[in-house]
């Protein structure tokens, strides 16, 4: 089953705030690997940078909920299955 997953990358209100909040996430996003059964067919980010979409293939529920999950700290995230 396809989804398609929006994302928002959440800001804080100092420059400090935002400038460790992106360092920490590119570095887990760095170090991230997809779980098994699942496939990221595309990863698009929009043109400011703070948010995007990423349609993954899984057969299990639980496997996106497991994905989308290690990133919350950083992102706001809605998941809807795709039609395709």
Known sequence: MK???EYKVRH????????GAAEALLTA????QPEDGL????????LMG?????LVEANDPKVIVS????FSYWNDAEV???LM
């Open 80 to 82: 809807s299955r795709s």
């Open 67 to 70: 994905f989308v999950s290690k």
């Open 29 to 32: 996003f760095g170090k991230w």
């Open 50 to 54: 703070d948010g995007g979409y990423v």
């Open 39 to 46: 496939t990221i067919q595309a990863f698009v980010s929009n």
């Open 3 to 5: 989804y398609m997953i």
């Open 12 to 19: 804080g209100q100092h420059y400090e705030q935002n400038f």
